[in-house]
Nanobody, 125 residues
């Protein structure tokens, strides 16, 4: 069973930046597609970004394109989400997710089999 742990969240000013990390267990994680989702209070969990197993193919929600970057270091079993030009509407609990499928273009959370516990990101002045 894959275990995912997010870190790097916190409180930032609008226009600021933050880097989230997702540390994964298991030797086979480098073969998994990985993604980031977020959920604000009273709203459904929404897709943010995803990467294929190698990090060569990445996909983003329109709301974060040009501001967020997903990357991964398979040697460290870690996936990152670099967030820049943060807006108050980016405030949410952010979740790291993974699927044994090596590459998927799906933005449906149900496609991802493994999830971290979530980490709070708050963008406020």
């Amino acid at each position: 069973q894959v275990q995912l742990v997010e870190s790097g969240g916190g409180l930032v000013q609008p226009g600021g930046s933050l880097r989230l990390s997702c540390a994964a267990s298991g030797r086979a994680f480098f073969t998994y597609a990985a993604g980031w989702f977020r959920q604000a209070p009273g709203k459904e969990r929404e897709f943010v970004a995803a990467s294929n197993w190698s990090g060569t193919n990445t996909y983003y929600a329109d709301s974060v394109k040009g501001r967020f970057t997903i990357s991964r270091d398979n040697g460290k079993n870690t996936v990152y989400l670099q967030m820049s030009s943060l807006k108050p509407e980016d405030t949410a609990v952010y979740y790291c997710a993974a699927t044994p499928i090596g590459s998927t273009r799906s933005q449906n959370p149900s496609v991802f089999d493994y999830w971290g516990q979530g980490i709070q990101v708050t963008v406020s002045s």
